[in-house]
């Protein structure tokens, strides 16, 4: 069987979830789990980069989150899930790859220049708040993440990585020395390959085979080779012509996985936030989901029972959708339109449905509840698992940098 391709993720420890978690990332998550290697985390350091000032709730908070994944059936059999800070491997990559980023790269980042301008009461001109899309960068490429599912605003982070790999290879991986007869010669090397686009190596176990793209090569290096005053370089390549190089891939390039996701807005009708207090919490128990949908905004031009409404700007028709049967949907859907039903019939009913379909869930939730040492002892054991990968990628990367294995042969 194909290895399966790996899955990262990560998630700030915010606390209880809400529903909009769970439609934004979870649903998706849980669907990945059952077709890729999946590691999800609780990124406590990234809580410190935005609020190093206020720790009390970041265990507590790591804690509710991870209950809430379990509750909503992310399975620690299927998939790994543990603490950022329990894999220590994360900081170092972090420092080795500081070493190559420009600070321009993480400058123009645009949650960056953002979020300093939406936190103007945080003090955000911190070292770690500018390097946060680089610690970013480590979490991904230290288990060879393929896949980052990610919301829009995040995508950057993943393009950042990207470049950041693309920039390791070139420092620290180019072996163009047997092809060329230059043992040694490091920055002619890393000429040569700058000027052919492409990264070459020595061939070995761990590499893969790429094709030298000969025709535009030849030309781009014929003009690189004078200038570089290495005439000789051009004929030995060219020996080497309509042959395969070996590439050595130290790391990943990961690609961000953008999904589709159904739209859940908030019960006054705006995106669901926390901050918004707009939001249905996974641990929300049935009499508290009653009373917040009943006062749940509707079509606000349906001000009387008798005044038909439009169900496609009200947010409780958005909710049918999603937690109802479908004839459940047709009948709000028709009632709503005709003015045959009213909106506090229609609410219930929809509330009925989600409390329903939030069962299962928060039946799990109160069996983790009663027992967190068994939410703390499954994140441990994802975080064993997932070091013994971390410490791999790092012997990779080590070698990478410092050629440790040639100075002790
Ligand atoms: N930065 C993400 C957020 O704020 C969380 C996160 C940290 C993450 N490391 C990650 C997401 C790696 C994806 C991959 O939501
Ligand atoms: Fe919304 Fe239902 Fe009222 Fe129509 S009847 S406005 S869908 S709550």
Redesign the pocket.
């Known amino acids: 069987m194909a290895k399966r391709k790996r899955v990262l993720s990560g998630m700030r420890p915010t606390g209880r979830l809400h529903l909009g978690h769970y439609f934004g990332a979870l649903q998706n998550w849980l669907k990945l789990q059952e077709e890729y290697e999946c590691f999800f985390f609780v990124a406590d350091w990234h809580a410190l980069t935005t609020h190093y000032e206020d720790t009390s709730s970041v265990a507590e908070s790591t804690l509710q989150v991870a209950m809430d994944w379990l509750s909503v059936g992310l399975d620690p059999e299927k998939s790994t899930l543990f603490i950022q800070s329990s894999v220590l491997e994360h900081a170092e990559l972090h420092v080795l790859l500081s070493m190559i980023t420009p600070l321009s790269w993480l400058e123009r980042v645009p949650t960056y220049k953002e979020q300093i301008e939406n936190l103007k009461d945080r003090d955000l001109g911190t070292y770690g708040f500018l390097g946060y899309p680089l610690l970013q960068s480590a979490d991904i490429v230290i288990y060879d993440a393929d896949f980052v599912p990610v919301g829009e605003d995040q995508v950057p982070h993943v393009e950042v990585t990207r470049e950041i790999v693309r920039r390791f290879h070139h420092t620290f991986c180019l072996h163009i020395d047997d092809a060329l007869g230059l043992p040694g010669n490091a920055p002619l090397r890393k000429q040569i390959g700058d000027a052919l686009g492409v990264d070459l190596f020595i061939p070995g176990p761990q590499h893969m085979l790429v094709e030298l793209p000969w025709p535009e090569c030849r030309a781009k290096l014929r003009a690189r080779i004078v200038e570089i005053g290495f005439d000789n370089a051009m004929t030995k390549l060219s020996s080497h012509q309509g042959k395969f190089f070996r590439m050595k891939r130290v790391l990943v390039e990961p690609q961000p996985l953008l999904t589709q996701t159904p739209r859940l807005p908030g019960l006054d009708g705006r995106r669901m936030a926390k901050s918004y207090g707009n939001a249905i919490w996974l641990s929300d128990p049935p009499e508290e989901i009653r009373n917040k949908t009943r006062n749940m905004m509707?079509?606000p031009q349906?001000q009387r029972r008798t005044d038909p409404?439009r169900?496609e700007v009200?947010p409780?028709?958005s909710w049918h959708k999603l937690f109802s049967p479908p004839e459940t949907v047709a009948w709000?859907e028709q009632?709503?339109r005709t003015a045959g039903?009213?909106?506090v019939e229609?609410?219930k009913a929809m509330a009925d449905n989600l409390i329903k379909w939030m069962e299962p869930i928060q039946t799990r939730r109160k069996e983790l509840e009663a027992n967190p040492q068994q939410v703390w002892g499954m994140l441990d054991a994802g975080g064993n698992a997932a070091r013994t990968v971390a410490r791999r990628t790092m012997k990779r990367v080590r070698n990478a940098i410092f050629k440790w294995d040639e100075a002790r042969k």
């Open positions: 509707t079509d349906r409404g169900p009200c409780v028709f709000s009632g709503c039903i009213g909106c229609c609410k």
